[in-house]
T-cell receptor, first 117, second 110 residues
Framework: AQKVTQTQTSISVMEKTTVTMDCVYE???????LFWYKQTASGEIVFLIR??????ENATVGHYSLNFQKPKSSIGLIITATQIEDSAVYFC??????????????FGQGTSLSVVP | DTTVKQNPRYKLARVGKPVNLICSQT?????MYWYQKKPNQAPKLLLF???????READTFEKFQSSRPNNSFCSLYIGSAGLEYSAMYLC?????????FGSGTRLLVI
């Protein structure tokens, strides 16, 4: 069965610094997709970035990037030049299977990020 | 329109009363999901429709019902709400590995 684990419950960083949030996953599939989402203060779940397991290059979107270490089943989220408004709960998620097949999205427990001035 | 719409945004229900939440999308996504999100917990998958086939998670099998009368619309039904149902309910849709989440319905049961 697929499983996603985020061991960091909360992190506090200074504004304009870089933060890394950890996530490890378990899967028996050779093909899978990894996602990071952010939960806003209003409760909305917002998609940030994804990594397809067959891609070797780490994904980058804006000031979000991923540290994909496939042998370690690890997908870390890196936020550079953090801003106060980056304060939120961040969820790691995984979907097994190829893009044409169905599979559910499973979430980790979340990491609360606090960016302070 | 690339959004998932959920109504209402907030819902107040009394213990023992039924609750019906609705969700819609016009992206022609084949799969629609309902997640329950409580504070400090991961979103928990309750059930999903893959096309017209309903799949309910084993531990929530008898607590939640759903219907999907057409590709665009999906509802979540609670027959008799309990205090433990107070949570944010998130609807999502997907085609392949592309997921879109709605803004959620915050349900408070009193």
């Amino acid at each position: 069965a697929q499983k996603v684990t985020q061991t960091q419950t909360s992190i506090s960083v200074m504004e304009k610094t870089t933060v890394t949030m950890d996530c490890v996953y378990e899967t028996q599939d050779s093909s899978y997709f990894l996602f990071w989402y952010k939960q806003t203060a209003s409760g909305e779940i917002v998609f940030l970035i994804r990594q397809d397991s067959y891609k070797k290059e780490n994904a980058t979107v804006g000031h979000y990037s991923l540290n994909f270490q496939k042998p370690k089943s690890s997908i870390g989220l890196i936020i550079t030049a953090t801003q106060i408004e980056d304060s939120a709960v961040y969820f790691c998620a995984m979907r097994e299977g190829g893009s044409s097949s169905f599979s559910k999205l499973v979430f980790g427990q979340g990491t609360s990020l606090s960016v302070v001035p | 329109d690339t959004t998932v719409k959920q109504n209402p945004r907030y819902k107040l229900a009394r213990v023992g009363k039924p609750v019906n939440l609705i969700c819609s999308q016009t992206m022609n996504h084949d799969t629609m999901y309902w997640y329950q999100k409580k504070p400090n917990q991961a979103p928990k998958l309750l059930l999903f429709y893959y096309d017209k086939i309903l799949n309910r998670e084993a531990d929530t099998f008898e607590k939640f019902q759903s219907s999907r009368p057409n590709n665009s619309f999906c509802s979540l039904y609670i027959g008799s709400a309990g205090l433990e149902y107070s949570a944010m309910y998130l609807c999502a849709s997907s085609r392949g590995s592309d997921y879109t989440f709605g803004s959620g319905t915050r349900l408070l049961v009193i």
